[in-house]
């Protein structure tokens, strides 16, 4: 290994979400189910809001913690949705700027982060580029929340619980009942609680709660990325504690100075934008795939988000035998082992064309009988 490159580099692998990414783009016509990212396009308005900051020479740094029609703005929804709850805000750099600043902010060396198994490929990266020690808790076979596993799991040295729900990569989404009890207990045992709510708009069956109903000092990360198909525009947001925001601004200036400035100001205006229909959409492509898959795959029903997470047919010793297999037939899908320990399920992204959809289901269901 090159002396010049640190340590910490070496604790955790190159996304291999973005290996088959590269895949895809060598392909000529892929069944592309691998990226958790919105097939449909930015919003006119949105684009047009972005084009006039420009033009009217809205280009250098905001304000480290965002541009304040933006933050007023978002801090009104906030308050409504958060009623007698003292919150601050930050805008981030992406929601994934927001967990860079929250880990840098709460985790010293040694502590301890609780997380799910299965989980966001960047959490126990993130953990251990801060110098903490990911704790990753097993959901299989339901995916749920247990809370005496959280319980029966924290130490002395547990500095937080972060959560995700719906969740990247089940499209699992938590009850009331679990996530009140996990809130309960982080405020128990005087655990940070960061709740990741990048898909919370994104929830089918019934309407999304966040822990911050029952636990005043959760963290929450949000952002415009999924929700109005920003992904390359990183504008995301936090907000929580006053000490906690006030630390993760004070290394934003040091890190990200600010998220960029033209896309905030479009941020502002996606939401007055109207994105109901597109979250229509998605539920009608849940629906589509589980009514395509569950006679021939076993899986835990997609409440939220846009992925199902299938266990591998029988037939294959491995789920990434299965995902190799796919993709020799041009069926781009992501292992499983990529968000979890285990290598037994993969991840199905339905953020694709029905077209695409049906295709897909199509080959899987041939797969499923190999």
């Known amino acids: 290994m090159n002396p010049w490159i640190a340590d910490r580099t070496a604790s955790f692998d190159s996304s291999g979400i973005r290996k088959v990414f590269d895949l895809a783009a060598k392909m000529k016509n892929p069944i592309n189910l691998s990226i958790g990212l919105p097939d449909f396009d930015v919003p006119d308005e949105i684009k047009q809001a972005c084009v006039d900051a420009i033009h009217a020479g809205k280009n250098a740094y905001s304000q480290t913690q965002g541009i304040a029609p933006l933050r007023e703005r978002l801090a009104r929804d906030i308050a409504a949705e958060h009623p007698g709850t003292d919150r601050e805000l930050l805008i981030t750099s992406g929601t994934s700027g927001g967990l860079v600043l929250a880990m840098l902010a709460m985790i010293n060396p040694g502590d301890e982060v609780i997380f799910f198994d299965p989980y966001f490929v960047m959490y126990p990266a993130l953990v251990k580029l801060a110098g903490g020690v990911p704790v990753a808790i097993d959901t299989y076979p339901d995916f749920r929340m247990d809370v005496k596993k959280v319980a029966a799991a924290i130490t002395p040295k547990t500095k937080m619980i972060l959560i995700n729900s719906p969740a990247n990569p089940t499209g699992v989404t938590a009850s009331e009942a679990d996530l009140q009890a996990i809130a309960k207990l982080a405020a128990e045992k005087n655990i940070a609680l960061v709740s990741d709510e990048i898909y919370s708009r994104f929830q089918y069956d019934e309407t999304f709660i966040s822990p911050t109903r029952f636990n005043?000092?959760?963290?929450?990360i949000d952002g415009?990325?999924?929700?109005?198909?920003?992904?390359?525009?990183?504008?995301?947001?936090?907000?929580?504690?006053?000490?906690?925001?006030?630390?993760?601004?004070?290394?934003q200036q040091f890190t990200f100075v600010c998220a960029p400035q033209p896309a905030q100001w479009a941020a502002l205006k996606g939401m007055d934008v109207d994105l109901s229909h597109h979250i229509d959409d998605y539920r009608k492509k849940r629906d589509l795939i589980v009514a395509g898959l569950r006679d021939h795959y076993e899986f835990t029903h997609s409440g939220g988000a846009f992925?199902?997470?299938p266990k591998a047919p029988s037939g294959f010793e491995s789920a990434t035998s299965f995902v190799e297999h796919a993709i020799a037939n041009e069926l781009l899908i992501i292992p499983g082992k990529i968000f979890s320990s285990r290598d037994s399920?993969?991840?199905?992204?339905?953020?694709?064309s029905?077209?695409?959809?049906?295709r897909g289901i199509d080959l899987l269901k041939r797969l499923a009988t190999v």
């Open 345 to 352: 399920h993969f991840r199905i992204s339905y953020a694709a």
């Open 216 to 220: 005043d000092q959760t963290i929450v």
């Open 307 to 309: 992925y199902l997470f």
């Open 224 to 251: 415009f990325s999924k929700s109005h198909a920003m992904t390359g525009w990183r504008v995301g947001f936090v907000h929580g504690p006053a000490e906690v925001i006030a630390a993760m601004t004070k290394l």
């Open 354 to 358: 029905d077209e695409t959809l049906k």
